[in-house]
């Protein structure tokens, strides 16, 4: 998810992808194709935010996750009225580039916090890594089990926002 909203972080790209996806749901000439397009994505997006209340829900107190809870709500209330009745704009790349980078926070986490849940409940092993700090924010921990897949995620995040920074520049060069 994280990949895919860095890399839509370019507005002409987004326009590019959103335009292609309507004019193919068009051309069939059946509406209901791009009503199903747009029914998945809402669903998909619905889903992933279910699954992200219920994983946090049990991580935190039942009223920090109201208070959250209302406090994003209002926040996106205000923002579709300014959107909607003001005519702001939203800035795509801004917007994508922060919530990229949000996504991909939340997958280091969400990795270490799960590994070290399992090696707490005895499913898998605990390999100590001494030189390993603690630190909660990453949900980094010292056991090799969760930090080798944490470093595997930045490593690969690292790696494709480099092999898409070389396309630009070999596109741009064209």
Same mark, same amino acid.
């Given at each position: 998810?994280?990949? @895919?909203?860095?890399?839509?972080s %370019?507005?002409?790209? @987004? %326009?590019?992808?959103?335009?292609? +996806?309507?004019? %193919? #749901?068009?051309?069939?000439?059946?509406? !209901?194709?791009?009503?199903?397009?747009?029914?998945? #994505?809402?669903?998909?997006?619905? /889903?992933?935010?279910?699954?992200?209340?219920?994983? *946090?829900?049990?991580?935190?107190?039942?009223?920090?996750?109201?208070?959250?809870?209302?406090?994003g #709500?209002?926040?996106?209330?205000i923002?579709?009225?300014? *959107?909607?009745f003001?005519?702001?704009?939203?800035?795509?790349?801004?917007?994508? *580039? !922060?919530?990229?980078?949000?996504?991909?926070?939340?997958?280091?986490?969400?990795?270490? *916090?799960?590994?070290?849940?399992?090696?707490?409940?005895?499913?898998?092993? /605990?390999?100590? #890594?001494?030189?390993?700090?603690?630190?909660?924010?990453?949900?980094?921990?010292?056991? @090799?089990?969760s930090?080798?897949?944490?470093?595997?995620?930045?490593?690969?995040?690292?790696?494709?926002?480099?092999?898409?920074? !070389? %396309?630009? +520049?070999?596109?741009?060069?064209?």
């Open positions: 998810m994280s990949y @895919w909203l860095h890399s839509q %370019n507005i002409a790209d @987004w %326009n590019r992808y959103i335009r292609e +996806k309507s004019q %193919n #749901a068009l051309s069939t000439g059946k509406l !209901v194709s791009l009503g199903a397009l747009a029914f998945l #994505a809402v669903f998909r997006e619905g /889903t992933e935010t279910v699954l992200f209340y219920i994983g *946090m829900a049990s991580q935190i107190k039942i009223q920090s996750l109201l208070i959250g809870f209302l406090i #709500a209002g926040l996106l209330g923002l579709a009225y300014l *959107m909607i003001v005519g702001l704009k939203l800035p795509m790349r801004p917007f994508f *580039m !922060v919530s990229s980078i949000i996504v991909f926070y939340l997958c280091i986490k969400f990795t270490g *916090m799960g590994i070290h849940s399992l090696q707490l409940a005895g499913l898998i092993p /605990t390999t100590s #890594a001494d030189k390993v700090p603690s630190i909660d924010f990453f949900a980094l921990y010292p056991s @090799w089990e930090v080798i897949p944490q470093l595997l995620l930045i490593i690969a995040a690292v790696t494709i926002v480099f092999i898409k920074n !070389v %396309n630009s +520049k070999k596109i741009l060069n064209h």
